[in-house]
């Protein structure tokens, strides 16, 4: 099974900065997307970015500007350069990705997770 593990976590400022990263137990050049989700305690986990094979990026609105998703796909890590960083970023944040096997069926691949924390 992949193996998906998050670093990075911590406490910042607001208007501080963190780097996420998100290594995975095989090549990530398996995976056509990968992104990173986030979840506050009580809340549903939501998207914040992902990255396609070929570089594509999406982010959701509320971290347009402030957070760069990228991927090594040599060192199978995923990263996630956050800046600017406000309160409402206080999150548990993921990394995931999915594959299909030889049958069709789909298999979701989630790490962990990391604390990032935003207070003054």
Do not use: H
């Not at 099974?1 to 400022?13: K, M, P, T």
């Not at 990968?34 to 982010?59: C, D, E, F, L, M």
């Not at 060192?75 to 956050?82: E, F």
């Not at 995931?96 to 989630?110: A, L, V």
């Amino acid at each position: 099974q992949v193996q998906l593990v998050e670093s990075g976590g911590g406490l910042a400022q607001p208007g501080g900065s963190l780097t996420l990263s998100c290594a995975a137990s095989e090549s990530l050049a398996s995976f056509k997307t990968i992104g990173w989700y986030r979840q506050v305690p009580g809340n549903q986990r939501v998207s914040v970015a992902t990255i396609g094979s070929s570089g594509s990026t999406n982010y959701a609105d509320s971290v347009k500007g402030r957070f760069t998703i990228s991927r090594v796909n040599v060192k199978n890590t995923v990263y996630l350069q956050m800046n600017s960083l406000k309160p409402d970023d206080t999150a548990v944040y993921y990394c995931n990705t999915f594959s299909f096997g030889d049958d069709g069926r789909k298999s979701d691949y989630w790490g962990q997770g990391t604390q990032v924390t935003v207070s003054s």
